[in-house]
């Protein structure tokens, strides 16, 4: 047997969903019993069976790939519930297994792969989806790349007509329907502080999570997810604010952003050119503009890092 | 003979993983450290916090770059993706050589981000040595691979684990990163002495050597990295460094971590068997 035919013959098997209480399922890939499967490829020894040898290593598999769903999506499992995200994940991994080579990357195709399985979130559709896009925004924001940040110098390089600026790629623009970025800050600060809690203090903490999930009001908000001093924050940030950043990331000169941004906007035509200056003086003090370019690599980053060596 | 063409003839001591519980402590108290090792895939980003870290650990301390997923056993492609990144890296850290381990975790495009044991078959030996050679011409710089520990062994082997070892890095002509804990963990669960294992290395390979701690259950033992090394892994190491001489040493501790100083004096231990081996080397 080839290297090849044995490590797919392996894969499929050690990726194969587990069964309820945690064990390697008693079918295998192509509808063969998995002993029979697993006696094929792996020797047995003087205390386990090739069958749970292979479990170990399937075993494995799921409990780390679920662990860094869990750690990654905090928000969305409060939102869904324990039981319900923790099968959703397994569902969405077994048709979305990692294509990384580093954990970073494993959700980033489950806002796309939950929108063409809206039964997974029937109930809060809209909530679970802004969830997932703020919580991959979070790990974008945590380690995007920060190009050199826009000096006043370098506007002596730039075409006077059609002004253009960039936009740092670690900030992440969102606009959404829930005020899920409250939401995401009390999970998370529940999370960390539960090492420390008492069993009573968790259980008042998972009620609260529960309660504060049910009586989520919708309401459009437009957050830029950024970091300052390496930490990532969620800030809101006017309509106006968002189609102008949004314009200009997407190459617009300056005069045309400012023009989109306002086009529907409330904001009385006198009070706009202080509008843009606030904003623009806040955007250039949090670092925001770099100058216009190509798109270098990374620019929009898919892997995540983790300490997972087991070796 | 520590210092050979596999570690870039550097001459390192005893170093640590570098691990982010301890980061303040590191970069606050700045401890005597030989130094460190890092988790190459934690720092193949883009920027952020990790990489500003790393530059500040960077200003202070050696780091050697220690990868998890370069799979030099997968029979299919090396990641090109992965490549470039881990060379940018390089260039950051100026490692004097990586390392990453013997074994496989990808199949055609998929990841299972787990350290696969491989079959010590001779085609699997061909393809894994051509990999790593790939990988090292590349980066331009020395490679070395790491012995992993393993729950399970396929019909198919052709040869012991440690014949495999061999004839993957004679035909790439690759440094060892040794890990005495792997042995110990696999002689355990496959039945076969560990002293057998360290005694056929050769010993002019190896660029570095790993300790750790692992977890024993009723019927296999797992390598966890949760805990203090043992005696009978110290006894391993011992005995690997009398024949490899004083190596670059480094204590991995991944899980349940401790202090800082809890960890530093458990890999500060090695140096008793150090001392011993500048006495003389026995082969």
């Known amino acids: 047997m080839s290297l090849a035919a044995l490590q797919k013959a392996v894969a499929r098997a050690l990726m194969q969903p587990l069964t309820g209480d945690e064990r390697m399922q008693r079918i295998g890939p192509r509808g063969e019993k998995m002993r029979a499967y697993a006696a094929r490829y792996i020797k047995p020894n003087d205390r386990l069976t090739s069958f749970e040898r292979l479990e170990i290593y399937n075993r494995q598999y799921w409990f780390r790939v679920l662990a860094s769903m869990a750690e990654d999506f905090p928000g969305l499992r409060s939102v869904l519930g324990g039981q319900r995200f923790e099968s959703m994940c397994k569902a969405y991994l077994a048709e979305c297994p990692s294509r990384s080579f580093t954990l970073r990357n494993l959700g980033a195709r489950l806002e796309t792969w939950l929108r063409n399985n809206p039964s997974w979130i029937r109930n809060r559709r809209v909530l679970a989806l802004d969830m997932v896009r703020l919580e991959w925004a979070d790990i974008q924001a945590f380690d995007g790349l920060a190009k050199p940040a826009f000096r006043s110098e370098d506007l002596c390089e730039l075409e006077a007509v059609n002004l253009q600026l960039g936009i740092q790629p670690y900030v992440q623009l969102l606009e959404l329907h829930y005020p899920v970025d409250d939401l995401l800050l009390e999970v998370k600060h529940g999370d960390e502080t539960l090492d420390f809690a008492s069993n009573a203090v968790q259980e008042r903490r998972k009620r609260s999570k529960v309660r504060a999930v049910a009586t989520l009001e919708p309401a459009q908000i437009f957050l830029a997810v950024h970091r300052l001093d390496f930490a990532v924050y969620f800030r809101r940030i006017e309509p106006e604010d968002f189609f102008l950043l949004t314009a200009l990331r997407s190459g617009k000169s300056i005069e045309r952003a400012v023009e989109l941004a306002f086009r529907k906007s409330a904001v009385p035509a006198a009070d706009r050119a202080a509008f843009v200056q606030h904003s623009f003086q806040t955007w250039a003090t949090l670092g925001w503009f770099c100058r216009p370019g190509e798109k270098v690599r990374g620019e929009n980053p898919r892997e995540k890092s983790k300490d997972t060596d087991h070796g | ?283």
Not at chain 2, 64 to 76: D, E, K, L, R
Not at chain 2, 90 to 112: A, E, F, I, M, N
Not at chain 2, 227 to 247: C, E, M, Q, S
Not at chain 2, 258 to 267: G, I, L, Y
């Open chain 2, 1 to 283: 003979m520590p210092a050979n063409r596999f570690n870039n003839f550097t001459d390192y001591g005893i170093g640590i993983g570098l691990r982010a519980p301890h980061y303040d402590h590191i970069l606050t108290r700045k401890p005597v450290v030989d130094w460190f090792e890092i988790i190459s895939e934690n720092f193949m980003i883009d920027g952020g916090r990790p990489l500003h870290i790393l530059d500040r650990i960077l200003e202070q301390y050696r780091v050697v770059q220690h990868g998890v997923s370069m799979y030099f056993g997968s029979a299919g492609r090396t990641d090109r993706e992965h490549l470039r990144r881990l060379k940018d890296l390089v260039k950051r850290t100026g490692t004097p050589w990586v390392s990453d381990h013997l074994c496989w975790g990808s199949v055609d495009g998929r990841y299972t981000h787990d350290l696969l044991p491989m079959p010590y078959t001779f085609e699997a030996a061909k393809i894994t040595a051509q990999k790593i050679r790939e990988v090292r011409d590349f980066l331009e710089v020395p490679v070395a691979v790491e012995n992993v520990s393993s729950y399970a062994e396929y019909h198919v082997s052709e040869m012991t684990e440690w014949e495999f070892l061999n004839e993957v890095v004679e035909r790439a002509d690759c440094g060892i990163l040794l890990d005495v804990n792997n042995i110990y963990v696999s002689s355990r669960n496959h039945n076969f002495d560990p002293l057998t294992y360290i005694n056929s290395v050769p010993a002019d390979r190896v660029a570095q050597i790993h300790i750790a701690g692992h977890s024993k259950f009723h019927k296999y033992t797992l390598d966890t990295h949760d805990h203090p090394v043992i005696d009978p892994v110290w006894k391993l190491y011992d005995r690997a460094i009398r024949r490899a001489g004083h190596t670059a040493t480094l204590l991995e501790w991944d899980d349940s971590i401790p202090s800082f100083q809890e960890v530093h004096d458990e890999a500060l231990k090695a140096n008793r068997f150090l001392a011993e081996t500048q006495l003389g080397v026995a082969v």
